[in-house]
């Protein structure tokens, strides 16, 4: 709405706000941490298929496989087949 109202006041059609905000340093802090959370779960989703594998070769079962990594018996199926 900033930019709209900024925009019709000047006629420029071109207008790109930028908003700062002063917060907490607790509220900063979730938000990075929040941050490095989203990271390392995507981190942990890439690896997951070759761990997978790895175990299976090992012998270790799907069930076990799926209790080790946080996932159904039926996902580790997935990724061992994969």
Sequence with gaps: MTEDL???MTE??????DYRYDL???VAE???LKRQ???LEA???ETQGTAAKKLHKMGVSLRDI???LGISHQRAHQLVKA
Excluded at 12 to 17: A, L, Q, S
């Design 37 to 39: 959370a989203a990271e």
């Design 66 to 68: 799926g209790s080790l």
């Design 43 to 45: 981190r942990a989703m």
């Design 24 to 26: 907490p340093p607790e």
């Design 6 to 8: 900024i925009s019709i």
């Design 30 to 32: 979730s938000i990075e």
């Design 12 to 17: 420029d059609k071109d207008i790109h706000v």
